[in-house]
C-alpha cells in the first residue's frame, strides 16, 4: 500500500499545479489538512477497535478505503475531486493505523515485538522508496503521463488489501474479561512507561521537522533540482536498512537505549546541517537522520505496545501517533518560521536543543522503560 500511495504522492503535486492550475498554497493547505485529519481519525479509530474488539475488520476498512482511492485520483478532472481522493485515501490510513499496530502487537510474541515493529517500519519505508521511484521508471516510460502512473498504483494497493484478508489471521481467543473491557478510564490510565515515550517521541518528533528542510538545505549548498529526490531516496534506504535490526535488537537490550542513541544521532544530524561546508557533508546528515528515523520510529512503536494492556492497546497507538501527528506539524511550521527570520543555521540549530532536551527526557525516563 506505501508503494502505491508514495507512486501518487511523489506526482500529485506536478498533477495539481500543472495539470489542474491549483495554487501552491492550495496545495499546502491539502497536505496539512490531510494529514491533521490522518491524525485525528487514527484516534478515533483505535477508541473504536477497543471498544469493539475489532482488529483485522477496521484495518481491512482502512486498507480497502486506500485503494478505492486510488482510482479517484486517475479520473480527476479537477481539484475537488483531487481533494476527495486525498481525504479519502487518509481517511483510510487513519482507519486502518492504529488497529493494525494493535493486530501487530496481540498476534506477536512480547519478546519478538521490536523485530516485529522494526520489520513493519521498514517495509513502510521501502514503499516509500519504491513507490516514487516507480513513478519516476513509469513517467518516462508512459511519455510523462502521469494518469497512467495513477492507474498503476491501483494493482499494488489491491494486492495489499487481498494479502491482509487471506493471509493474515486474528488470534482465536478475543473474548475480553469482565475486568479487561474497555473503558475510557482505563484508557487515560495508561501505565508511566507508556507517557515516558510520548514524552520523548514529542521532543523527537519537535527535533525531527518536515524532510522538505532537508532539501532546502542540500539545495542551498548546491544540489541541482534534478536530483533533490535523491534527498529523500538516501534516508529512506539507511531508514529501511536499521528499522528491523535496531527493532530486533530492542527485544535483546533496553529499548530506550536505542532511544538515547537515536537522540545522540539526531543532534550529530543537526550539527552537521548547520556547520556543513559542503554537499557530501550535508548528504552525510541525511544518511545519519535516516540513522535516527531506523533507531527510533519502529522502537517507539514496540515500546507502546509493550506498554498498553490489549484491551487498550489500539487507543494507546492512537492517542500516540495523533500527539506525534500534532508534534510534526509543530516543529515544521516552526522550522519555516526560523528559517525566514534567521535563516537555515537557527532552524537546524533549533532542532538540535530539541534533541539534547530530548536526551535529557529519555535519561530520566530510562528507569521506567526498562524491560521488567
Not at 10 to 38: C, D, K, N, Q, Y
Not at 268 to 291: Q, R, T
Request: aromatic share 8%.
Amino acid at each position: 500500500m506505501d508503494t502505491a500511495s508514495e507512486a501518487i504522492h511523489s506526482i500529485l503535486p506536478i498533477f495539481l499545479v500543472h495539470t489542474l492550475g491549483a495554487s501552491v498554497v492550495m496545495l499546502g493547505l491539502i497536505e496539512g489538512v490531510a494529514e491533521g485529519f490522518t491524525a485525528i481519525t487514527k484516534l478515533g479509530s483505535g477508541i473504536l477497535s477497543d471498544k469493539l474488539q475489532a482488529r483485522k475488520s477496521l484495518t481491512i476498512v482502512g486498507y480497502s478505503l486506500a485503494a478505492v482511492s486510488k482510482p479517484l485520483f486517475a479520473i480527476a478532472t479537477s481539484v475537488p475531486m483531487v481533494i476527495f481522493a486525498r481525504m479519502s485515501d487518509r481517511f483510510g490510513k487513519g482507519i486502518r493505523g492504529a488497529p493494525r499496530d494493535a493486530l501487530i502487537a496481540d498476534i506477536t510474541p512480547p519478546e519478538l515485538q521490536g523485530a516485529a515493529f522494526g520489520l513493519r517500519q521498514g517495509l513502510d519505508t521501502v514503499g516509500a522508496v519504491a513507490g516514487p521511484l516507480g513513478a519516476m521508471a513509469l513517467m518516462i516510460w508512459c511519455g510523462f503521463d502521469v494518469r497512467a502512473v495513477f492507474w498503476v498504483a491501483v494493482i499494488p494497493a489491491t494486492l495489499a488489501v487481498f494479502v491482509l484478508w487471506l493471509g493474515v489471521q486474528e488470534p482465536a481467543d478475543k473474548t475480553p474479561q469482565k475486568d479487561k473491557r474497555w473503558s475510557l478510564r482505563a484508557a487515560l490510565s495508561l501505565p508511566p512507561s507508556f507517557w515516558a515515550v510520548i514524552a520523548i517521541g514529542a521532543g523527537l518528533t519537535m527535533a525531527r521537522f518536515s524532510e522538505a528542510f532537508l532539501i532546502l538545505r542540500a539545495q542551498e549548498q548546491g544540489l541541482s533540482p534534478a536530483l533533490m529526490p535523491l534527498v529523500l531516496v538516501i534516508m529512506n534506504v539507511v531508514f529501511a536498512l536499521v528499522s528491523y535490526p535496531a527493532g530486533a535488537l530492542a527485544d535483546r537490550v533496553p529499548p530506550v537505549w536505542l532511544l538515547i542513541a537515536s537522540c545522540v544521532v539526531l543532534a550529530c544530524a543537526h550539527a552537521l546541517f548547520v556547520f556543513a561546508p559542503s554537499l557530501p557533508w550535508i548528504m552525510a546528515g541525511v544518511a545519519i537522520w535516516g540513522l535516527h528515523l531506523g533507531l527510533s520510529q519502529g522502537v517507539m512503536s514496540a515500546i507502546v505496545a509493550l506498554a498498553a494492556p490489549s484491551h487498550v492497546r489500539a487507543s494507546a497507538f492512537g492517542l500516540f501517533n495523533l500527539i506525534m501527528g500534532l508534534a510534526i506539524i509543530a516543529s515544521s511550521v516552526l522550522a519555516g518560521l526560523l528559517w525566514e527570520t534567521l535563516g537555515s543555521a537557527a532552524t537546524f540549530t533549533a532542532g538540535g536543543v530539541f534533541s539534547v532536551l530530548s536526551l535529557m527526557g529519555a535519561l530520566m525516563c530510562a528507569p521506567l522503560l526498562r524491560r521488567g
